[in-house]
């Protein structure tokens, strides 16, 4: 038995010699094979060729037919069946089958063979059949020999269709998927090219990352050459090879001829270990009492968690949505899923979210309409290796932030805007606003109620009022007030600022934001929200004199400056020189002083009188000398006399000087040309302008209140009366001062301006 090894070198049988007819050749006995098909339809006396569905399978057999010689005597003669490149021998070669010659009546029978499966080549090629005939006495004759060609083309050629889980369309499973589909994960195959019934199909599985082995089921037989083929994934196996994720399937077909085949891959995504379960509805935490959001709530947390369920596992996440409003928690660590704190046991709850007040006006304007109260619908999944879904039974949750009634032009807007903005003072704040260092821990808010017509109350007799601390952004702070019930909402309501933390009050800028509510259901209280209002709380080292009044003048050259400063002929010559010294008082560069000089005539009546501070306002209008503060001025300086307070010789000091010039001493103190004495008084006060406010020094007189007595500052005494009648005391001034002689220029004292007011 023996295969052509080269197709196109063969010749047709009858170009050969030893298919020339001889003596031992006998024409009657033509080979035929009825499976057989002629290579070329229209000449099909050439060659024949046998596909592999139309081979027997195995334990089967191929029926091969050959003409009866014409002088066979029945019983006695017997025909063998050779498979041969090169004529037989019928004494070497093996025979692979026999036929005992019959006859029905007179007329010889069909010799036929049936060809054993183990006996027919399993490769392609051509191949040579040889039947020999031998009679009783020995004489022996052979057929024509039969050319056939056998294509054992494997299953579906080179493309064998692949399996197909048709009731998966998404190619998701989960093992809950798949026990309620008869515990077998179902993979259907088409027929594919060249299908024979008796093909056997082997279905094959692995995972597919990483890469594991490759498992397979019991193969299936091919019914039909058109049929589709089912190879059902027995559960348990999946569950044995602990498959997840993305799975890999295949088979193997084999044909009759033992010809395998590999088909394509289809993945598939699978959850066989651990599948999530129990899950709950969401959880929403610091509700009121009766299990609803309300305003109160919504203003200060609201959190929703998802409870714990079964076989959660690191990676799982979150996709929730609450009245279409959506949110994502996760993906899940191992501390979510094995508490520390609790073992063995994940998180209660094992995600959370916590949600602003902005998310819960998202979630309640899905209930439309513009309704402000009404029930959201929560549900959320579970995903596992971004694939599986598990969905929560669904959580209704109450929300009710209707607000308190009241004009509001704009309903839209959940803030409010028309609640006016707080005031907030302390006792001795000389702008709203701003709280001096002695007030940060005595401050007060003030709330008007009315809108800004001043009229019309926006709330009503018995709404609540809280005042709450919020960062610059108005994110909240918390409560520092307590809870206050409006009684007139015609009047101003006053509350008390408390410190967050309970403590004094730092200084520094602080915002608040008023909360004006109404009972909407028992304990319960929506509250809407006013505008930030942003205040400062004042440090010592915030404002010129660190909050204390400002210290008074020094009269540089004056004689007895410590007890009763007088300013002589002799020293008046240079004018008045007024120091402010500005050491340890927080004066910065850029701050701007301006020093009031006060005259006052020795005339009769109106004469300001420093035990009683009668006359106090009578003095005139003062000359306004303006100095503004540069780094320079902050240079230490030493320059110091005891009479002047302060530092001790060598001490740093920081001062500056005005002059008053002699010749306005003259001016206002003495006159041209009335004829006063050269006698009078000169007061000196200044203030600090700093960020468009000024910081005054201590006032020329304060009344007696009951505790201390009546104060004033220091003034100077003025007295350049020279010796002589007091009657030419003024021509005689008049004409020095008219002539300039013996008057120093003021022009050295750099940035004073001197000016009448």
Request: proline content about 10%; hydrophobic content about 35%.
């Amino acid at each position: 038995m023996g295969k052509e090894p080269n197709i196109a070198e063969r010749k047709p049988y009858h170009e050969e010699p030893f298919f020339q007819p001889t003596s031992e050749q006998s024409s009657d006995m033509i080979i035929t094979i009825p499976v057989a098909k002629p290579q070329d339809p229209a000449n099909p006396g050439e060659d024949y060729y046998i596909e592999t569905p139309d081979l027997p399978v195995a334990g089967g057999t191929l029926e091969i037919r050959c003409a009866p010689y014409g002088e066979q005597a029945a019983d006695d003669d017997v025909y063998f069946l050779f498979i041969k490149d090169t004529k037989p021998d019928t004494d070497i070669d093996p025979v692979l089958g026999t036929f005992t010659a019959s006859q029905t009546g007179t007329t010889p029978d069909t010799v036929v063979f049936d060809l054993a499966y183990n006996d027919i080549p399993k490769t392609d090629g051509f191949y040579r059949i040889w039947v020999f005939w031998q009679s009783l006495v020995g004489n022996e004759f052979h057929s024509v020999p039969y050319w056939v060609e056998l294509d054992y083309t494997e299953p579906g050629g080179k493309e064998l269709t692949p399996i197909e889980f048709r009731d998966y369309p998404s190619n998701r499973a989960t093992a809950e998927d798949i026990a309620n589909n008869g515990n077998v994960l179902r993979g259907y195959v088409a027929a594919y090219k060249f299908q024979a019934i008796g093909d056997r199909l082997t279905g094959m599985f692995r995972n597919m990352n990483p890469p594991g082995p490759w498992e397979s089921i019991t193969p299936v037989a091919v019914s039909g050459i058109r049929d589709t083929t089912i190879l059902d994934f027995p559960l348990e196996a999946l569950l044995g090879a602990n498959l997840e994720g993305d799975v890999e399937f295949k088979y193997i077909a084999v044909d009759k001829a033992q010809n395998p085949a590999e088909s394509g891959v289809t993945l598939m995504h699978l959850l066989i270990r651990n599948v999530p379960s129990g899950l709950q509805p969401l959880v929403f935490t610091e509700t009121a009492a009766d299990g609803v959001i309300y305003e109160e709530q919504a203003r200060k947390q609201v959190r929703v968690g998802v409870p714990p369920y079964v076989n959660p596992a690191v990676g799982d996440v979150i996709d929730g949505t609450i009245e279409g409003q959506r949110f994502f928690l996760g993906p899940l660590t191992n501390d979510d899923v094995n508490d520390p704190s609790n073992p063995g046991n994940p998180k209660d709850p094992i995600a959370s979210l916590l949600l602003t007040y902005a998310d819960i006006r998202d979630i309640v304007d899905g209930f439309g309409g513009g309704a402000q109260q009404g029930t959201a619908v929560g549900t959320y999944k579970v995903i596992r290796l971004d694939e599986f879904e598990f969905s929560s039974p669904a959580k209704n949750q109450g929300i009710n932030l209707i607000l308190p009634p009241g004009p509001d032009p704009d309903p839209d807007n959940p803030e409010h805007r028309k609640i006016r903005p707080v005031v907030v003072r302390g006792p001795d704040s000389t702008e709203d606003n701003v709280v001096p260092p002695a007030d940060r821990d005595n401050s007060t808010a003030i709330l008007d109620f009315r809108l800004a017509d001043g009229t019309t109350p926006i709330f009503a007799a018995g709404d609540l009022v809280e005042l709450h601390e919020v960062s610059e952004g108005g994110t909240e702070i918390g409560l520092v007030s307590a809870r206050v019930s409006v009684v007139n909402p015609n009047q101003d309501l006053s509350i008390a600022v408390l410190p967050l933390p309970p403590g004094p009050r730092p200084a520094g800028v602080a915002y608040f934001r008023p909360w004006v509510g109404r009972q909407v259901a028992p304990g319960v209280v929506n509250f809407a929200l006013g505008p930030v209002t942003r205040v400062i709380y004042q440090s010592g080292d915030d404002i010129p004199g660190g909050g204390d009044p400002l210290p008074e003048v020094v009269f540089r050259n004056a004689l007895n400056r410590d007890t009763r400063p007088a300013l002589n002929l002799a020293r008046g010559q240079d004018g008045a020189l007024i120091r402010v010294y500005i050491d340890e008082k927080n004066i910065k560069s850029g701050d701007f002083f301006k020093v009031s000089v006060y005259y006052n005539q020795r005339t009769n009546g109106g004469v300001f009188d420093p035990g009683t501070g009668g006359n106090a306002d009578d003095l005139g209008a003062p000359e306004i000398f303006s100095y503004t503060i540069e780094d320079r001025d902050l240079q230490p300086k030493d320059d110091w006399i005891p009479e002047d307070g302060g530092s001790p010789p060598g001490a740093d000091r920081f001062f500056f000087n005005v002059r008053v010039p002699y010749a306005t001493l003259i001016t206002r103190i003495i006159g041209v040309s009335n004829g006063q004495q050269g006698y009078g008084s000169l007061w000196a006060t200044y203030s600090v302008h700093r960020d468009g406010k000024d910081y005054p020094s201590i006032p020329r007189y304060t009344p007696a209140d009951g505790t201390d007595p009546a104060k004033t500052i220091k003034y100077l005494i003025v007295d350049v009366r020279p010796p002589g009648t007091g009657a030419s005391i003024g021509s005689t001034f008049t004409q020095r001062l008219l002539s300039g002689s013996r008057w120093k220029s003021s022009a050295r004292w750099r940035r004073f301006r001197f000016r009448h007011s």
